[in-house]
């Protein structure tokens, strides 16, 4: 661990984690056909407590790189688990690539800033 404040995964990563998990078992196994209008509730939802957990600039940029990383792992790992034959799958898909650029340009954004 390089220092407190500086190690992204407290606490951001155990909500986030949590969060994602939520999101994409809905989408399996958890109900049997999911809307995107039920995700987008429960994503918002997620989303504004885990956003109220970053107090500091240095807060939300780490909030930002544990989203990334489970973001990337979304893509990775949990995308692949969804049954491609459902819409919902491919919408999860396709959101969670569209979360994943977003990032990238937000903290490409940021980083260039500091650099100013």
Same mark, same amino acid.
């Given at each position: 661990m390089i220092g407190k404040k500086e190690f992204w995964k407290s606490p951001f990563y155990d909500a986030i984690f949590g969060y994602h998990w939520f999101i994409y078992q809905l989408a399996r196994d958890r109900l049997k056909n999911p809307t995107i209008e039920l995700i987008e509730e429960q994503r918002n939802l997620w989303l504004s407590k885990i956003n109220s957990l970053a107090k500091t600039d240095s807060d939300k940029k780490l909030l930002n790189l544990a989203l990334l990383e489970r973001a990337a792992a979304g893509l990775n790992l949990d995308a692949l688990k969804a049954d491609p034959k459902k819409s919902i799958s491919k919408y999860l898909a396709e959101k969670t690539r569209e979360n994943l650029k977003n %990032?990238?340009?937000?903290?490409?954004?940021?980083?260039?800033?500091?650099? %100013?």
């Open positions: %990032l990238l340009t937000k903290l490409y954004f940021l980083s260039n800033i500091k650099a %100013l």
